[in-house]
């Protein structure tokens, strides 16, 4: 009841009378979260000649990029988004904001790396199995469904297999087995692993992920947060950063009509067309007034829990590598919430630390799980004790998601979905998602 009245204030406190909004903004298309998705979907629409106004809430573009840069060594660190596909879209939209970028191995594994208990920081007697039959198995099975790689394009009905939890799949096919560690590491992010659907395990670590895993990955060679700070640029006046809609008078056939929140007061932003590219969870949408349809769609995404750390003053050694293992677990694939794995960067004494759960967990939360992780290691001898704390530089989470009638959803009341809830946690792939399954039926839809 007091939740209600809350949010019933919130809401009157946001509506602002019409004449207190400075100008209009007109544009084609309105676009909602200037992650991945949204700024792909941003500077694709205006080449091709369409109009956009791009809302973002924080005060750069980029969503889960993080980008550290040291001023003592200029080196930089991506510690959120890391990787992208060797594919000609991700060198295309590089080359169009003209982010430099290399071909470049993505190998964390280390004669030297550490098998550790997620909770407890002890050493676990685990020995990592040749992966190289199982990732081979598991390509055979992956390439039954060629059609899941471009979104949630499902075969009908949905084959069982896709719907069994992983762990299940791991045992009714132990040819796969000896990659379970590979999968679960790179997919880091699906939550409670063995209990995952399959299907997301298998849009997660994909065919193209494999094939890149030996020929290379795309990294931007000045920090990933270059793609954002060119697309920024080019952008202009077109993006609207550290903004949000707070309110909206009309979404349908009509036109989109939305009070926009900015750092300048309020905006009012007349569109042909809304494109919504945040996370698609209710609390996100409620400014956009769901109806039932919608509601009963969106309702339904659960989410896991994915965050990233860059932490110093840990007393590891230089180059410490360790990943989680539980030594009790199928498979080894440890129990979560917890850490998954702490890598030394470029930046001496700095370590990138993962920790992955379930269901959410409040960013608080997880650095006090952090940091008594490390003082487990100081207490352990695997890390020296040190005299200054540990400290944190600012930390992200993820949310993942569940597809007819969800992807029926697109252009309904002239709004059009994307972003990872719509395919996979992977910019690349969600530029290609955008590009062929989301930009060509918003620009033939007639409004
Ligand atoms: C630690 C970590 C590492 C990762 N590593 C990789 C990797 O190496 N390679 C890879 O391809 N993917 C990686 N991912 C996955 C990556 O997050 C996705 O590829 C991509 O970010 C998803 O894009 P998106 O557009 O759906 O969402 P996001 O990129 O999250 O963008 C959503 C945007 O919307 C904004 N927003 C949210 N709510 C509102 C609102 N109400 N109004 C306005 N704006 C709003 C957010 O601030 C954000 O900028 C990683 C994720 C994490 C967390
Ligand atoms: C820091 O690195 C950037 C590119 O990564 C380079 O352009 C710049 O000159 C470097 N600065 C110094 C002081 O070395
Ligand atoms: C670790 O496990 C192997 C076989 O699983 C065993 O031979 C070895 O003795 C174990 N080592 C320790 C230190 O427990
Ligand atoms: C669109 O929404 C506006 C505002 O709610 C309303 O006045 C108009 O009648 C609607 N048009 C259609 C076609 O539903
Ligand atoms: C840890 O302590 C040992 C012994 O004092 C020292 O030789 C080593 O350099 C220290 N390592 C780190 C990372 O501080
Ligand atoms: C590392 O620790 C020092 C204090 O010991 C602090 O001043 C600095 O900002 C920290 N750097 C990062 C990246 O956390």
């Known amino acids: 009841m007091l939740r209600k009245i809350i949010r019933a204030l919130f809401f009157f406190g946001a509506v602002v009378p019409l004449g207190e909004c400075k100008d209009t903004i007109v544009r084609d298309v309105a676009i909602i979260g200037g992650g991945a998705s949204g700024t792909f979907a941003a500077v694709r629409l205006r080449d091709k ?3 956009v106004i791009l809302i973002e809430k924080e005060d ?5 990029v993080n980008t550290y840069h040291d001023a003592a060594t200029n080196q930089t660190v991506d510690y ?3 990787i992208y596909h060797n594919l000609q879209i991700v060198k295309d939209f590089f080359n169009r ?3 430099s970028w290399t071909l470049s191995s993505f190998d964390s594994s280390s004669p030297e790396t550490r098998w550790l208990d997620p909770k407890t920081a002890d050493p676990v007697n685990y020995t990592s199995p040749n992966p190289a039959s199982g990732i081979q198995a598991y390509a055979a099975h992956l390439s039954q469904y060629p059609s899941i790689e471009q979104g949630f394009f499902l075969p009908e009905p949905v084959p069982e297999d896709l719907l069994l939890p992983f762990g299940q799949y791991l045992a009714k096919y132990p040819e796969i087995q000896s990659a379970a560690q590979v999968i679960f590491n790179f997919a880091q992010g699906l939550g409670d692993f063995l209990h995952q659907t ?4 298998f849009k997660n670590f994909g065919t193209d992920i494999i094939k890149d895993t030996e020929g ?3 990294v931007a060679d000045n920090g990933n947060d270059d793609i954002y700070k060119h697309a920024t640029e080019l952008l202009g006046s077109d993006v609207l950063l550290g903004s949000k809609v707070v309110s909206i008078k009309s979404r349908n056939k009509t036109g989109i009509d939305l009070i926009v929140q900015t750092t300048k007061g309020y905006e009012t932003i007349k569109a042909k067309k809304l494109l919504i590219s945040i996370p698609q969870k209710l609390e996100n949408l409620r400014p956009f007034a769901l109806d039932q349809k919608e509601s009963a769609l969106f309702g339904q995404f659960k989410n896991t829990g994915y965050y990233t750390s ?10 410490f590598v360790s990943f989680s293992v539980s030594a009790d677990t199928p498979y080894h694939i440890p129990k979560l919430p917890g850490i998954y794995s702490i890598q030394a960067t470029a930046v001496p004494g700095l370590f990138d630390i993962k920790y992955g759960s379930p269901g959410t967990l409040s960013d608080q939360y997880v650095q006090k799980e952090i940091l008594a992780y490390i003082a487990k290691l100081q207490a352990n001898g695997i890390a020296n004790k040190t005299s200054n704390k540990p400290q944190f530089s600012p930390k992200d989470s993820i949310a993942k998601g569940f597809y007819k009638d969800l992807y029926a959803l697109q252009g309904y009341r002239n709004t059009w979905y994307t972003g990872a809830a719509f395919d996979t946690q992977d910019s690349s792939l969600l530029w290609s998602y955008t590009e062929t399954s989301v930009l060509p039926l918003l620009l033939n839809s007639s409004s």
Request: glycine share 26%; proline share 3%.
């Open 198 to 201: 399959t299907l997301y395990v």
């Open 49 to 51: 000649g369409q109009s």
């Open 310 to 319: 860059l932490v110093n003053n840990t007393g590891l050694p230089a180059g």
């Open 216 to 218: 290379g990955f795309i």
């Open 80 to 82: 959120g988004v890391v």
């Open 97 to 99: 904001l003209g982010v």
């Open 60 to 64: 750069i573009l980029g969503g889960h």
